[in-house]
Structures are given as structure tokens and as C-alpha cells.
């Protein structure tokens, strides 16, 4: 359990500071009617409205000039994130999805989140749907509902957001993070060592 709130927490903190509500939120519990067998039986989708988790940046800009709903509007949506590797096109939408981003490691898709708007949807019969087609999640508490297997996370957040990880990259960036504040700790303790 404390290894999925760190993870959680990191990807708050490291990849995507979305709000400070979903640091706060309560710890998870296991859905009593889930075990890992049911979980894994189902097959978690990677792909919304022709994006799919591990495209390219240019796929993703192509697919999304395409389709209206996410109000792409080019370049200017797009943004290097101040860590290597990483960059980011956020864009505003028009009906259904008030705002969607799209992260990328190595120019590569690993991360979506959709905030939809409320006024037109609503947080059950989204997960409503996601339990008639995904089974119960992994894990729910009031702030959240999780679905996982190896290879995807699929998060249901209150009010009303959704994300697809592809844990593969996610959890290659939580292990570099782990590394790099072991360094800079090892860098702090011989500077104070040099005393």
C-alpha cells in the first residue's frame, strides 16, 4: 500500500502536478470483490479517440488536429518540461473535455489526462462505464477509483478526470528519480563531509 500512495504521490509531484486535493486524498483500499486474477483477466485500454499510449509526438499532433474535441490548436500547445527527455501538449477543449494533457518521455506517449467538463458529464456513469467494461478497480477510495494491470494504470479522479499511464515509463522515471535524489543526497553529504 505504501508503495502505491509513493507512486501515486510521485507522479503528482515528479510527472504531473495536477492538484493539491489529489496529494491529500485518503489511502486507497482494495475493491473486497477484486482479486489480481480479475484484474488481469481484463484487458485495459491504451488508447482514446485514436491516441494511444506509446505513439509518437508527430502521430499524436496529427490525431489530434483531426478531431475537434480536444481543441488542439497547433505548436503553441506543445511544451518542453523543464526535465530531459520530456515534453508536454496541452490543449483546451470545446464540449465534453475542458482540458486534456499529454505527456511524453523520449518523444513517446506515456501519459493522459482528460479533466472533463462536469456540466455535461458526470463522475458515476463514467465509472459506471469503466466498471461494466473493466470489471471493478483495483483500488477505489471516495477521491478516486484505479484500474491496473502490468502494463496499464487507469485512474478515475473526482471531480472528473481521467488518466492513462503506461506504467513500463512510468515506473523507468520513478526508479531515475530515486537514483537521482540518492545522488544529489550522497553529492550533499561529501559536500558537508568536505568541512
Known amino acids: 500500500m505504501k508503495a502505491f500512495l509513493s507512486t501515486v504521490l510521485l507522479m503528482i509531484i515528479v510527472v504531473f502536478p495536477l492538484t ?22 481484463v484487458v485495459l485500454p491504451t488508447e482514446y ?51 486534456s494533457w499529454f505527456q511524453f518521455y523520449k518523444e513517446h506517449l506515456y501519459t493522459m489526462i482528460f479533466k472533463l467538463n462536469t456540466d455535461t458529464v458526470d463522475y458515476y456513469s463514467v465509472y459506471a462505464k469503466f466498471c461494466e467494461k473493466y470489471g471493478e478497480p483495483a483500488s477505489i477510495n471516495p477521491q478516486r477509483a484505479v484500474w491496473e494491470n502490468e502494463t496499464t494504470r487507469i485512474v478515475i479522479e473526482r471531480p472528473l478526470i481521467v488518466k492513462y499511464i503506461d506504467l513500463t515509463v512510468f ?12 545522488d544529489s543526497s550522497a553529492n550533499r553529504q561529501s559536500f558537508i563531509d568536505g568541512f
Do not use: C, H
Not at 493539491?20 to 483477466?41: K, L, V
Not at 488542439?72 to 501538449?89: F, H, T
Not at 526508479?175 to 535524489?181: D, F, I, K, L, W
Open 49 to 99: 479517440r485514436g491516441i494511444q499510449l506509446g505513439m509518437d509526438i508527430d502521430m499524436v499532433k496529427d490525431t489530434l488536429k483531426s478531431d475537434s474535441i480536444f481543441g488542439y490548436r497547433g505548436e503553441r500547445d506543445v511544451s518542453l518540461l523543464p526535465v530531459e527527455n520530456r515534453s508536454l501538449i496541452e490543449s483546451a477543449g470545446l464540449s465534453f473535455i475542458s482540458r
Open 20 to 41: 493539491a486535493q489529489t496529494a491529500a486524498a485518503p489511502q486507497s483500499t482494495a475493491a473486497p470483490s477484486n482479486t489480481g486474477t480479475q484484474q488481469d483477466a
Open 171 to 182: 515506473n523507468e522515471l520513478i526508479s531515475q528519480s530515486t537514483t537521482e535524489r540518492a
